[in-house]
């Protein structure tokens, strides 16, 4: 069985999307409205063999969105999609979950493992960190200043794995985090320095990794960030946490373990160029 590559304005790859995620196509087309280009692998009869998005991040190329079908040539077709992915765009990379792209195939083709997105769980840790000296930690629900919220977001766009953030991820419930758990840092003249979001769902907190800017990464910053959105959580009844992260360091995730919390997911993040 043979196959070809077609590129595809994103728009187009909206039905392809909606099978390969099971959902609605009205529910993506946040997904291909924020890809720059598209690619089909079609097989004999035009079959439908994967589709791909190239979503662009801010230091790291582009994400590749969508992924492949079951079938004898999974394989070689992610491989393809990918290559055709990169020859248009430079660099890319993908969350190789395994239901939408071979992580063996593809790190055996010479993609590389540039970080993870991992899901920690547990108890609702307790070790106190105070911020360290002219670091002010603020709930987010407290700080009206959309630039200075703006600056907090913008601390994750060199980690591979985030994208872009816009003005409106400001707003109080952006992505269904409360604003009244969330955790903002900000200096002596209100500049945000970074942030922590939570969320309370089915009567557990779901937390973004916190995010620092670069040049507080040394201090002890993500850890007071980690503590105060902790200290927030228990004062609300809630024992149980989910931790997501995108690219943490492996010292971040040491420390995340260290603190009682459990790896329940992890997909690789696998790069070509």
């Known amino acids: 069985m043979s196959f070809e590559i077609q590129a595809l304005p994103p728009a187009e790859l909206l039905p392809a999307f909606a099978a390969l995620y099971g959902a609605s196509q009205e529910d993506l087309t946040w997904m291909a409205d924020a890809c720059t280009a598209g690619f089909v692998a ?39 999609l990918i290559r055709a992915a990169h020859e248009a765009v430079g660099r890319v990379y993908v969350f190789a979950e395994g239901y939408l792209f071979p992580p063996e195939a593809l790190l055996a083709a010479g993609l590389r493992e540039v970080g993870a997105y991992r899901r920690l769980s547990g108890r609702v840790p307790y070790r106190h960190v105070d911020p360290p000296a002219g670091v002010q930690l603020l709930p987010l ?119 009682g919390l459990d790896i329940r997911e992890e997909t690789p993040i696998l790069a070509l160029g």
């Open 42 to 80: 079609l097989g004999d009869g035009e079959e439908l063999l994967g589709a791909i998005g190239t979503r662009p991040s801010p230091q790291h190329g582009a994400e590749l969105v969508g992924g492949v079908f079951p079938g004898p040539q999974r394989d070689q077709v992610a491989l393809a």
């Open 141 to 259: 629900a407290g700080v009206l200043d959309a630039a200075a919220r703006l600056k907090a977001l913008r601390t994750y766009e060199d980690r591979v794995g985030h994208h872009a953030v816009t003005s409106g991820a400001t707003a109080d419930g952006a992505g269904g985090f409360d604003s009244h758990l969330s955790v903002i840092a900000l200096n002596d003249t209100g500049r945000g320095l970074g942030v922590c979001r939570a969320a309370i769902e089915d009567g557990e907190a779901r937390i973004d990794s916190p995010g620092v800017a670069s040049e507080w990464r040394h201090t002890h910053l993500r850890a007071a960030l980690l503590n105060e959105v902790n200290t927030r959580l228990r004062a609300a009844g809630i024992t149980r946490v989910n931790v997501d992260s995108w690219g943490d360091t492996a010292e971040e995730l040491a420390h995340d373990l260290k603190l």
